[in-house]
């Protein structure tokens, strides 16, 4: 019997297994989870690194809403029912274009290119200042949302918060500062920053509209992110 055709068959073997690889490597893999499937769109203002820190303001806290207990997940959040001061240290995510023109906790509107933030148990709204450690970059940005959901994140930050910041390569370690009603009429939170001037006085916002019986942007905000089942009729 000839040897050519078993070197036929053998060079056919081999062609066809790598057909098989090549078609594996092309194929799509398994798709991540939603709330990984998020960036920062396709038309991000020019000078977005420029933006100004949110400026702190007296704002009255809502009671309910936003500022109620509620599930997520399986947990139970209680978020502070007062102006307290708060520090802590953990994990800064963001979340951009996936979410941008979609209701916050809060009732607003998330607008990714504004110094804003989520937070799981702040009160609604607050101010903090949250610090870099690895390059020394500042931000005050004002929490109007809910969230990160996981465990050992503490703040989920806007688009534009976390390119100030230099954390748009992914999670990163943050210090994070509440800034109180009182530092706010001192102009204490102005203070702080190294050169600054002294910070006029503080207007104040008036006081939000009453909440009726159905008004509930917080539960609104988590079925509209998938985080709660929808009322029921």
């Given at each position: 019997?000839?040897?050519?055709?078993?070197?036929?068959?053998?060079?056919?073997?081999?062609?066809?297994?790598?057909?098989?690889?090549?078609?594996?490597?092309?194929?799509?893999?398994?798709?991540?989870?939603?709330?990984?499937?998020?960036?920062?769109?396709?038309?991000?203002?020019?000078?977005?690194?420029?933006?100004?820190?949110?400026?702190?303001?007296?704002?009255?806290?809502?009671?309910?809403?936003?500022?109620?207990?509620?599930?997520?997940?399986?947990?139970?959040?209680?978020?502070?029912?007062?102006?307290?001061?708060?520090?802590?240290?953990?994990?800064?995510?963001?979340?951009?274009a996936r979410f941008h023109g979609r209701p916050t906790a809060s009732g607003e509107t998330y607008d990714m290119f504004a110094m804003t933030a989520a937070h799981k148990?702040?009160?609604?709204?607050?101010?903090?200042?949250?610090?870099n450690p690895a390059n020394g970059r500042e931000v005050v940005v004002r929490i109007n949302d809910r969230g990160p959901f996981v465990d050992g994140r503490v703040i989920?930050?806007?688009?534009?918060?976390?390119?100030?910041?230099?954390?748009?390569?992914?999670?990163?370690?943050?210090?994070?500062?509440?800034?109180?009603?009182?530092?706010?009429?001192?102009?204490?939170?102005?203070?702080?920053?190294?050169?600054?001037?002294?910070?006029?006085?503080?207007?104040?916002?008036?006081?939000?509209?009453?909440?009726?019986?159905?008004?509930?942007?917080?539960?609104?905000?988590?079925?509209?992110?998938?985080?709660?089942?929808?009322?029921?009729?």
């Amino acid at each position: 019997m000839s040897p050519l055709p078993a070197l036929s068959l053998h060079r056919a073997a081999w062609s066809l297994a790598l057909l098989m690889v090549l078609a594996a490597c092309s194929s799509p893999g398994p798709r991540r989870p939603a709330i990984d499937a998020d960036g920062p769109g396709v038309r991000v203002p020019p000078g977005l690194d420029r933006v100004p820190d949110a400026e702190p303001r007296l704002e009255p806290l809502r009671l309910g809403g936003p500022n109620k207990p509620y599930q997520v997940l399986g947990r139970w959040y209680t978020p502070a029912a007062s102006d307290i001061a708060w520090r802590e240290t953990g994990l800064a995510s963001w979340y951009g274009a996936r979410f941008h023109g979609r209701p916050t906790a809060s009732g607003e509107t998330y607008d990714m290119f504004a110094m804003t933030a989520a937070h799981k148990t702040l009160p609604l709204p607050s101010y903090a200042r949250v610090r870099n450690p690895a390059n020394g970059r500042e931000v005050v940005v004002r929490i109007n949302d809910r969230g990160p959901f996981v465990d050992g994140r503490v703040i989920d930050l806007s688009y534009a918060a976390a390119l100030r910041l230099g954390v748009l390569g992914g999670v990163a370690p943050v210090e994070l500062v509440r800034i109180t009603a009182d530092e706010i009429r001192a102009g204490l939170w102005q203070r702080q920053r190294r050169g600054s001037a002294p910070a006029p006085a503080p207007v104040p916002v008036p006081d939000a509209p009453p909440l009726r019986d159905d008004d509930d942007p917080l539960g609104a905000m988590l079925v509209d992110r998938g985080l709660a089942p929808p009322p029921q009729p």
